[in-house]
């Protein structure tokens, strides 16, 4: 069981910046790979960027050129760095990582947190 630890959402004005936080309980070494997901009231979850820790990494159309995924080894924490926030970027965001045991994958996620764009 993989524990993650979320922080770093709020209420911040269009045009703002934000980073978030993931921390797993265990080290990022034994983790396959790490996401972002965010999920807006009323609608469904959705990806927002993800990368494996082999150093690959993937963003949706909504997050390129204003979004980017890292990780810190030293911290060991997953960040998401936000900018040019809008309001349509409010929503409820998730840390997702996945970790192999005996050739089976198993998925974790975060409590979320909850990042608000508004003036």
């Known amino acids: 069981q993989v524990r993650l630890v979320e922080s770093g959402g709020g209420l911040v004005q269009p045009g703002d910046s934000l980073r978030l936080s993931c921390a797993p309980s265990a080290s990022l070494h034994s983790l396959n790979s790490a996401s972002w997901y965010r999920q807006a009231a009323g609608a469904e979850r959705e990806l927002v960027a993800s990368m494996t820790f082999g150093g690959s990494t993937t963003y949706t159309d909504t997050a390129k050129g204003r979004f980017t995924i890292s990780a810190s080894n030293a911290k060991n924490t997953v960040y998401l760095q936000m900018n040019s926030l809008k309001p349509e970027d409010t929503a409820v965001y998730y840390c997702?990582?996945?970790?192999?045991?005996?050739?089976?994958?198993?998925?974790?996620w975060g409590q979320g947190t909850q990042v608000t764009v508004s003036s």
């Open positions: 997702h990582v996945d970790q192999f045991y005996q050739s089976t994958k198993f998925d974790f």
